[in-house]
């Protein structure tokens, strides 16, 4: 009888001390769901990026840029009004920085490659700023979409990564060939690319 209880005893030791590594599994299970659950928001929250483009140099050129990554290709998409009718430059510019009122406190053309300005995809070469043109509307409007797989947001390529560096939009049109600016004139209107 007494070795039965000895028995039973061991039995119940066992019992409970499995259970308890059962539970502390599962809990480790948890915590790494948690983990996994934060990085896939943090993956896809980095994925999409909005910034609003703020009035410059005493214009009223305002409003707002997108910029979305899927499948290694960055698209822009920028809506903007208070333009002057007709052709303007946008580009991306080496700093996030918009303090000054003429915008200049974002530098020059981002040019990670050192490379010639230019346009877009020429062979005698282009900042990897060098958006181009586009044309506002009678009434001042315009939007503009861009795609390129030379950019990213946030890799660890610093010849393709958007963030830390801003983007200008000009009074004038890029005329593609003055170095290194394109002669585009004024900034009127900027926006920081932070995350
Ligand atoms: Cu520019
Ligand atoms: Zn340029």
């Given at each position: ?12 030791f ?12 599962s ?8 983990v996994?659950?934060k ?56 700093k ?5 009122a ?13 490379s ?6 020429s062979?005698e ?8 043109n586009?044309?506002a ?8 979409e861009?795609?390129?797989?030379e950019w ?30 394109g ?12 995350e």
């Open positions: 009888m007494k070795h039965l209880k000895l028995i039973l005893l061991t039995f119940v066992i019992a409970s001390y499995s259970c308890k590594e059962a539970k502390k599994e809990k480790e299970v948890m915590e790494d769901k948690n996994m659950e990085e896939m928001i943090e993956v896809v929250g980095a994925k999409t990026l909005n910034f609003t483009l703020e009035p410059k140099s005493g214009s009223s050129v305002k409003g707002d840029v997108n910029f979305s990554e899927e499948n290694g290709t960055v698209t822009m998409k920028a809506t903007l009004v208070g333009l002057a009718p007709g052709e303007h430059a946008i580009h991306i510019h080496e996030a920085d918009c303090s000054s003429d915008g200049k406190s974002t530098g020059g053309h981002w040019n990670p490659t050192f010639p300005h230019g346009k877009w995809g062979t070469g282009y900042h990897r700023g060098d958006i181009g586009f044309t509307d009678t009434d001042g409007n315009a939007s503009v861009f795609s390129t797989d990213c947001l946030g890799c660890n390529d610093e010849t393709k990564n958007l963030l830390g560096k801003g983007v200008i939009v000009h009074e004038g049109i890029d005329d593609f060939i003055t170095q290194p600016t002669d585009a004139g004024g900034r009127v209107s900027c926006a920081g690319i932070i």
